[in-house]
């Protein structure tokens, strides 16, 4: 079809497994295509979410396109595998997903690839961010950062950035009113990648920051601040926010408020690990006992 292409990876973007795989990478060439001609192309392949940037020069693809979920999980579990020989030799050898969090993992997979059969199947929304809620040490930043790396490996161009809970509340703490306070909150939030695209973000273990106060102002939760921009961006752009957190919906709206979870629940899907499932910083593979 005009004005699309369908492109091998570059050797210094693709993944550093052998395979046989195929990245397609969408690209509007012809910047006068009228939006029929959109309409079109997202009729012939529905499982595309297109987003325009202003300038027209550069468009948002996902790597993970056209994969199942339970492709786009073991494309995580190669990615897990080469990184535990190569960088984490305290990661276990393999990702190991047991019966307590599957259904957990493969929702996010659904997520991450924009599997419609089974996000229809799970009841979930296509083109969201996901808030994964459960807890500590069951996975949550683990998934997200293997999603990262996966993202360095196949398109640079299309990059994945992690921020801690607490980065964002100490940058709201900056004393400096050039840094800190409220320009704290847009340089995070409308972080660029150097090709002019927003980048897409994890934020992660929110909740876990503490209210901060700014120049004697009231102290505040810093993500009740950052959210609603990340919601517009979503809104307005299709930028993807994604969230890990220890707390339930109740306790996110307690403290930031119901407004703010609201916005969450828009723009994200939540998912929700069990209070029973698996352990992995106390996981044992070889089912020895540890002294």
Not at 93 to 111: D, G
Not at 222 to 231: H, K, S, T, V
Request: overall charge positive.
């Amino acid at each position: 079809m005009a004005g699309w292409s369908v492109k091998r990876p570059c050797e210094t973007c693709k993944p550093p497994w052998p395979s046989g795989w195929i990245m397609h990478l969408i690209s509007i060439n012809n910047e006068t295509q009228t939006m029929n001609n959109i309409a079109d192309i997202i009729r012939n392949n529905p499982h595309t979410r297109i987003f325009i940037p202003n300038d027209t020069t550069v468009t948002r693809s996902n790597p993970f396109q056209g994969k199942t979920a339970e492709q786009g999980l073991a494309e995580l579990a190669r990615t897990h595998q080469y990184l535990a020989e190569t960088r984490y030799p305290a990661w276990h050898p393999e990702l190991n997903i047991t019966e307590k969090n599957r259904k957990a993992v493969l929702k996010f997979c659904a997520a991450i690839t924009q599997d419609l059969d089974a996000l229809r199947a799970f009841g979930m929304r296509p083109g969201r961010g996901v808030l994964l809620s459960g807890p500590t040490s069951v996975g949550k930043t683990h998934l997200l950062e293997l999603v990262k790396y996966y993202l360095s490996f196949t398109d640079k161009d299309q990059p994945l950035v992690i921020t801690k809970a607490q980065e964002v509340q100490y940058a709201y703490a900056k004393k400096d009113k050039d840094q800190g306070g409220n320009q704290a909150f847009k340089r995070i939030a409308y972080k660029k990648h150097h090709n002019g695209l927003i980048v897409n973000q994890s934020f992660d273990d929110i909740l876990s920051e503490r209210p901060t106060s700014q120049w004697g102002e009231p102290p505040v939760f810093a993500f009740a601040e950052l959210i609603p921009m990340r919601e517009e961006l979503f809104t307005t752009q299709g930028v993807l926010s994604h969230f890990t957190t220890n707390y339930r919906s109740q306790e996110i709206s307690e403290r930031y408020g119901e407004r703010v979870l609201e916005r969450l629940k828009w723009m994200c899907e939540i998912i929700l690990f069990p209070e029973d499932a698996t352990n992995w910083r106390a996981y044992n593979p070889y089912n020895l006992t540890l002294n």
